[in-house]
């Protein structure tokens, strides 16, 4: 019987080759620092009453809690695609009240932009195996295709500022505002003690926030790569202890000297330095 199998992609007697693999391939990728200026705070009819008796409102931390990534195609642009990124920021607030009392609460921003990235070109509709798929009963589903994939990475908002208007104003328009509320998504919903208010005369509070991200876009492809077989590690496992003493569990952690080390010499400084800044660098006086 002819042999099949695709031995250029094999792995050799000395347990290494070239192997296909199945994985998702970058196409295109950029980093950004975007300014959120004046966005606004959606509060609950609890925060809205805090913040309406509060002498003085400031922001103590902001977290992301879920993002919507979507992905469009670019009209008359083939490979091109337009990511739009929408994150939901909790926000923790701290109002200062009459007679020294402070109260704490939470509110909602939302933080949305848009970037254009190539994707690639490519529309073909794959399908897979499934053991819930049998000859007799296909009932899974298990077609897919190779669209591409778009992927943020983000660390938690900067706070920049923070900003008590009056419905009124001519300037209460900001990112991520709208004129009746926020419809939260489901899995959402039970990060605040209560729905949004859209209450008409309430004050609004706007916060401005400072947002690294990196974005890319994926899609799936086959790649030739270089291997070797897995090998049995020589590293042993080390049993967990129950030891109540914390000062043994301490006394067995390594002493962290790199977080003890200066880093803003280089080794030329210390190495190629001349006569006139002779002992700048330790072991490098000259001796009399």
Not at 70 to 86: I, K
Not at 155 to 168: F, H, Y
Not at 221 to 227: D, R
Not at 256 to 276: A, D, E, H, I, Y
Request: hydrophobic content about 30%.
């Amino acid at each position: 019987m002819t042999d099949n199998r695709n031995t250029s992609s094999g792995l050799s007697q000395n347990s290494c080759g070239t192997v296909c693999i199945d994985t998702n391939r970058v196409f295109d990728s950029c980093r950004d620092r975007d300014c959120f200026e004046d966005t606004r705070v959606y509060l609950t009819c609890f925060g809205e009453e805090v913040l309406a008796n509060a002498n003085n409102v400031r922001a103590r931390s902001a977290k992301i809690l879920w993002a919507f990534v979507g992905v469009d195609e670019v009209p008359f642009n083939c490979g091109f695609y337009q990511v739009t990124v929408r994150y939901y920021v909790l926000v923790e607030l701290e109002a200062c009240l009459g007679l020294g009392r402070s109260q704490c609460f939470k509110g909602i921003s939302v933080l949305e932009k848009e970037v254009i990235l190539y994707g690639g070109e490519g529309n073909v509709t794959t399908f897979s195996s499934n053991p819930e798929n049998t000859f007799c009963s296909p009932n899974a589903d298990n077609r897919g295709s190779n669209a591409p994939v778009a992927i943020t990475e983000t660390v938690e908002p900067l706070i920049l500022g923070t900003k008590i208007k009056e419905k009124d104003c001519s300037c209460c328009c900001g990112s991520g505002s709208g004129e009746f509320g926020i419809e939260l998504p489901e899995n959402l919903c039970g990060c605040l003690d209560g729905d949004i208010s859209t209450g008409n005369d309430a004050p609004r509070l706007y916060i401005s926030y400072g947002l690294f991200s990196v974005i890319r876009i994926v899609r799936p492809a086959q790649l030739l790569v270089q291997a070797t077989d897995y090998s049995v590690p020589d590293k042993e496992c080390v049993a967990a202890t129950n030891d109540e003493n914390p000062c043994s569990v301490f006394r067995a952690m390594p002493f962290p000297t790199s977080r003890f080390t200066v880093t803003g010499l280089t080794q030329n400084n210390c190495n190629g330095g001349t006569r006139q800044n002779k002992g700048g660098c330790c072991g490098n006086r000259d001796s009399h």
